[in-house]
């Protein structure tokens, strides 16, 4: 079992930039991968970004000019790095967690979220 908690998410202008944060705590929150999803409103949940224990990150193509996955292996913690924000970007952000397997992340424990949105 993990227990994965969120913060940092709030307003924030477009082309600005904000550090949504993950703590991740349990049996499983050293040995699992931990990722980032997010979900506008009537869109699918999608993935952000994922990073593994040895550092080994993967980040979705529309996003991975303008962010930066980091962990804390001491803390078990997350960081997501994100600028130049832009309307598109307002979401629920989840933190998740969980085995990946060969390209594959697949999260089996989620967050409650975070909402960030980008608005002037």
């Known amino acids: 079992q993990v227990l994965l908690v969120e913060s940092g998410g709030g307003l924030v202008q477009p082309g600005g930039s904000l550090t949504l944060s993950c703590a991740a705590s349990?049996?499983?929150?050293?040995?699992?991968?931990l990722g980032w999803f997010r979900q506008a409103p009537g869109k699918q949940r999608e993935l952000v970004a994922v990073?593994?224990?040895?550092?080994?990150?993967n980040y979705t193509d529309s996003l991975k000019d303008r962010i930066t996955i980091s962990r804390d292996y001491t803390k078990n913690t997350i960081d997501l790095q994100m600028n130049g924000l832009k309307s598109e970007d307002t979401a629920v952000y989840y933190c998740?967690?969980?085995?990946?397997?060969?390209?594959?992340?697949?999260?089996?424990?989620w967050g409650q979220g975070t909402q960030v949105t980008v608005s002037s």
């Open positions: 998740s967690s969980g085995p990946w397997l060969r390209s594959d992340f697949v999260p089996a424990f």
């Open positions: 349990g049996a499983g929150a050293g040995i699992y991968a």
């Open positions: 990073i593994d224990r040895s550092g080994r990150t």
